[in-house]
């Protein structure tokens, strides 16, 4: 492209930045820089999911031996989550079912 038919002008050069783009579309380049990453993210997660069945586990253990141990205790964030999302998918298909009709026609 030539000069002259560029509109506008550069306002900010970061050296070398361009190189990173040409690195990412080679194999190697793709691989270390978004496969790999995306991979530990997922295992860090598999992991965190694991973590808290295992607490969840522990607590519900501890709440049928305990009997009233637990009684007056505040729910905790797996129950508070599991009640968020209990709500969550409800409200939807509540709303689907009385406002679809009259969206449709």
């Known amino acids: 492209m030539k000069k002259e038919n560029v509109i506008g002008r550069a306002i900010l050069t970061i050296p070398y930045v361009g190189y990173l783009g040409y690195f990412v579309r080679t194999p190697i380049g793709f691989t270390l820089l978004i496969i790999i990453p995306a991979i530990l993210l997922i295992i860090m997660e598999i992991r965190n999911i694991i973590k808290e069945l295992r607490k969840q586990n522990r607590d519900e253990m501890s709440h049928h031996k ?25 409200a939807p298909q509540t709303f689907m079912k009385n406002k679809a009709p009259s969206l449709l026609g």
């Open 66 to 90: 305990g009997g009233k141990a637990n009684a007056g205790k505040a729910p905790s964030f797996n129950q508070r989550s599991q009640l968020c999302l209990t709500n969550s998918t409800i």
